[in-house]
C-alpha cells in the first residue's frame, strides 16, 4: 500500500468503499514501522496488541453495516506526555521510564469514541522542554527528510511518525511551539489550538498558562477533521471553554478575510530559503484573491525574554510533582546525608538524577525568577510585558483578520548544531512563542508538497487567527492547499 | 553575576541535587540567559496589569463530587510500591 497520498478523509472513503481493511492497514503499518523506525526513532512506545484489536472492531462495525466515523480504523501517534490507560508514559524523562497511565487524557478518550487506533507512543525532548528532540532521555529522533538534521521538537516524535508515513496524523503538545517548529521542519500540517479549545486533562503539564493540544495532519483539511473530534469544553481542565467551532466553507467570506504580515517577522535573520518560501506562499495567496496588509507587533521583540521568565517559573512548579514518591522512584536509598531527613534525601537524589539537563536548568531558572528579591524584576515584570504583547495582537486584529509569517528562521538544522548552547535553542521559536503567550490559535503549514529524498528541505509558513476563530486559518489553509 | 553559592541555594530551594560536574557552563549559560532578559527594562510597562494567561477571564464552579472515573485499583497498581491496596512509601524520618 502506498501510505504516501493517503489522507484521513480518502482513507475514510477507501475503508467504507471496502478497498481494504482497517486490520491489513494496520499490520502494514507495523511492518513498515519496524522496518524503518529503526533510523528515525520516532517511536518510544508502540501499542501493536491494542492497535489490532481496536482494526478488528472496526473492520466488524463495517462488516456489519454499522455507520463509522471518520477517524474510525484511521492509525494515529500520540505524544509521549498524554496519557492512554494502561500504556507507558514517559514525557521522555528517566524520571517516569516506568511509569504507566491508570487513565486516559480527555483528548485520548474522545479519540476512542470516534474509533481512532494508536499505533504508539512518540519521543519527545524531555518534559515537552526543547526545540530539537535531542533532549530526549531515550536518544534523538531524526528529520525524514534528511536523517543528519533534527525533526524539531518537542514533538519530533509525532511528527516525523507522521511525515515518514507511519500513521496518518498525530498529537502532539505546543507550549511555545512545539507543534508548529517541527511541522515546519518536516513539511506536514501542525495546528496549535487557541488556549481553551482543547482540554489538557490528561496532558502531563510543563507551563499551564500556556499548554495546549493540538494536530499533526498531512493536509489542512485532516488536521481540522483532527481538531473538531477533540475540542470542547471539559469539567476536568477548567480553563477549557465552551465554544462553538463552525468551519468556514463558504469561499467568498474567506476570500474577504483581509491577512496582515508583521514587518517585525519579516527580519534580516532569515535565511534565504525561509524568506523565498514565505514570500512564495504569500505569491501563490494574492493569486486566490487575499488581500495583503503591512502590520505592526511592536513589542514582538521582547516575547523571548517574557517566555522563558514566565514557562520556567511554571515549569518549576508544575514539576514540583516528580519527587520521587510518586510515579517511579530510585530503590536504594537508605541513608541520608549533609544532615538532611530521609524524605529530603528521596526528593534530592531523584529529582538529582532523573531529570536531564535542559529540565534542570528551566527548575533552577524558574526558581531563581520566583525567589525573594528577584520576583518583581523577571516575573513580575515578564507579566507585564505578556500583556503588551498580547495589546499588540488585539490592535493588529482590528486592521486584519488574520497574521500571516514564518514559522522559523531556518529550515531543519543539524543534529548538534545548537546542542551546547541554550540561548541558540531558544531562538528557534521566535516567530511561535508570541502566539502562546496571547494565547492565539496558529497553524504551520508546508509551503509546497516536499518529497523525502528530494533535494529541499520543508519550509513552513505560519497563519494566525483571533481568538477562537480556527475556521478562518483552516478556511485559508484549505484554499491554500488546492493550488 | 550568578555565584556558585547561588546555584546552591537554588538547588535548594528546587530539592534536587547538582550532578557536581557541568556547574561552571550551566552557571556561564544561566549568566548569558539571564543578561538577554536584561532587554525587558526598556519596556514601557506603567500601568499595565500583569498578565497570568488564558482566554476566559471568568470564574469556573462544579459540584463539589467526586466524579474522576478512576479504577482505584489500577491507581494503586500505578504507584511504585504497593501492598494489600495501600500505596507503599518509603521511610521518611
Redesign the interface.
Same mark, same amino acid.
Given at each position: 500500500m502506498h501510505f504516501n497520498d493517503i489522507t484521513i478523509k480518502s482513507f475514510h472513503d477507501s475503508l467504507k468503499n471496502g478497498e481494504f481493511k482497517a486490520l491489513e492497514v494496520v499490520r502494514e503499518l507495523f511492518d513498515k514501522i519496524k522496518k524503518e523506525d529503526v533510523k528515525i526513532h520516532s517511536f518510544l512506545t508502540l501499542l501493536e496488541e491494542e492497535a489490532v484489536e481496536q482494526a478488528e472492531r472496526v473492520d466488524l462495525d463495517l462488516a456489519s453495516g454499522k455507520n463509522i466515523s471518520i477517524l474510525s480504523g484511521v492509525p494515529l501517534a500520540i505524544k509521549d506526555n498524554m496519557l492512554i490507560?494502561?500504556s507507558r508514559a514517559t514525557a521522555g524523562s528517566r524520571i517516569l521510564e516506568?511509569?504507566?497511565?491508570?487513565?486516559d487524557a480527555t483528548v485520548v478518550g474522545k479519540l476512542k469514541k470516534e474509533g481512532a487506533i494508536f499505533l504508539g507512543k512518540t519521543n519527545m525532548d524531555e518534559f515537552a522542554m526543547g526545540s530539537s528532540t535531542e533532549n530526549s532521555a531515550f536518544g534523538v529522533t531524526r528529520n525524514p527528510y534528511d536523517l543528519e538534521r533534527v525533526p524539531g521538537g518537542s514533538s519530533g516524535g509525532s511528527v516525523a511518525a507522521v511525515a515518514a508515513n507511519f500513521a496518518l496524523g498525530a498529537f502532539g503538545s505546543d507550549t511555545g511551539g512545539s507543534i508548529r517548529e517541527p511541522a515546519a521542519f518536516c513539511g506536514v500540517v501542525g495546528f496549535k489550538p487557541? *488556549?481553551?479549545s482543547v482540554s489538557r486533562f490528561g496532558l502531563i503539564a510543563m507551563a499551564?498558562?500556556?499548554d495546549q493540544i493540538g494536530p499533526f495532519a498531512k493536509t489542512v483539511e485532516d488536521a481540522e477533521i483532527l481538531f473538531d473530534a477533540v475540542r470542547g469544553e471539559d469539567?476536568?481542565d477548567?480553563?477549557s471553554?465552551k465554544k462553538d467551532f463552525f468551519p468556514e466553507n463558504d469561499l467568498k467570506k474567506i476570500k474577504e478575510l483581509r491577512i496582515g504580515l508583521p514587518k517585525e517577522y519579516f527580519i534580516d535573520g532569515l535565511s534565504a530559503d525561509v524568506k523565498n518560501g514565505v514570500e512564495e506562499a504569500i505569491a501563490k495567496l494574492k493569486t486566490l484573491g487575499f488581500k495583503f496588509k503591512e502590520i505592526s507587533l511592536p /513589542?514582538t521583540?521582547?516575547a523571548?525574554?517574557?517566555y *522563558?521568565?514566565?514557562m520556567p517559573a511554571e515549569v518549576?512548579a508544575n514539576l514540583?510533582r516528580f519527587?520521587g514518591? =510518586?510515579?517511579? =522512584?530510585i530503590k536504594d536509598?537508605s541513608e541520608s546525608k549533609n544532615g538532611r531527613?530521609?524524605?529530603?534525601e528521596?526528593?534530592?537524589?531523584n &529529582?538529582?538524577?532523573r531529570?536531564g539537563?535542559e529540565v &534542570? &536548568?528551566r527548575?533552577?531558572?524558574g526558581? @531563581?525568577v520566583l525567589?525573594a528579591g528577584y520576583y518583581d524584576a523577571?516575573y513580575?515584570?515578564?507579566?507585564?510585558? &505578556?500583556?503588551?504583547v498580547?495589546n499588540d495582537f488585539d490592535e493588529a486584529f482590528k486592521k486584519v483578520d488574520v497574521i500571516l509569517t514564518p514559522v522559523t528562521a531556518t529550515s531543519a538544522f543539524k543534529i548538534g548544531e545548537k546542542a551546547d548552547d541554550?540561548?541558540a535553542m531558544?531562538l528557534s521559536d521566535i516567530f511561535t512563542i508570541p502566539v502562546n503567550l496571547a494565547?492565539l490559535p496558529g497553524i504551520s503549514i508546508p509551503v509546497k508538497k516536499y518529497e523525502i529524498g528530494g533535494k529541499e528541505l520543508p519550509i513552513g509558513f505560519q497563519l494566525i487567527g483571533k /481568538?477562537?476563530r480556527e475556521a478562518d486559518i483552516f478556511g485559508i489553509g484549505k484554499q491554500y492547499e488546492k493550488i | 553575576m550568578?555565584k556558585k553559592k547561588d546555584?546552591e541555594k537554588?538547588?535548594e530551594?528546587?530539592?534536587?541535587?547538582?550532578?557536581g560536574k557541568?556547574e561552571e557552563k550551566?552557571l556561564k549559560?544561566?549568566d548569558?540567559?539571564?543578561d538577554?532578559?536584561g532587554?525587558?527594562?526598556e519596556?514601557n510597562?506603567e500601568g499595565?496589569?500583569?498578565?497570568?494567561?488564558?482566554?476566559?477571564s471568568e470564574n469556573?464552579f =462544579?459540584e463539589d463530587s467526586a466524579?474522576?472515573?478512576?479504577?482505584k485499583n489500577?491507581?494503586i497498581?500505578?504507584?511504585?510500591?504497593n501492598s494489600g491496596g495501600y500505596l507503599k512509601?518509603?521511610?521518611? @524520618?
Open positions: 490507560e494502561g516506568n511509569y504507566v497511565s491508570s487513565y487557541t *488556549y481553551g499551564s498558562s500556556l469539567p476536568f477548567a480553563t471553554v /513589542h521583540k521582547y523571548l525574554s517574557v *522563558y521568565i514566565i518549576s514540583a519527587d514518591i =510518586r510515579y517511579d =522512584r536509598i531527613s530521609m524524605l529530603q528521596i526528593y534530592f537524589k &529529582r538529582g538524577e531529570f539537563a &534542570r &536548568r527548575i533552577l531558572l526558581t @531563581f525567589s523577571y513580575a515584570k515578564a507579566q507585564k510585558v &505578556r500583556q503588551l498580547r541554550p540561548l531558544y494565547g /481568538h477562537f | 550568578l546555584l537554588l538547588a530551594l528546587a530539592r534536587m541535587d547538582l550532578d557541568g550551566l549559560d544561566l548569558k540567559i539571564l538577554y532578559f532587554e525587558l527594562k519596556a510597562t499595565i496589569v500583569p498578565m497570568a494567561g488564558g482566554t476566559a469556573i =462544579r466524579d474522576l472515573n478512576v479504577d489500577k491507581a497498581e500505578a504507584f511504585p510500591e512509601v518509603p521511610p521518611v @524520618f
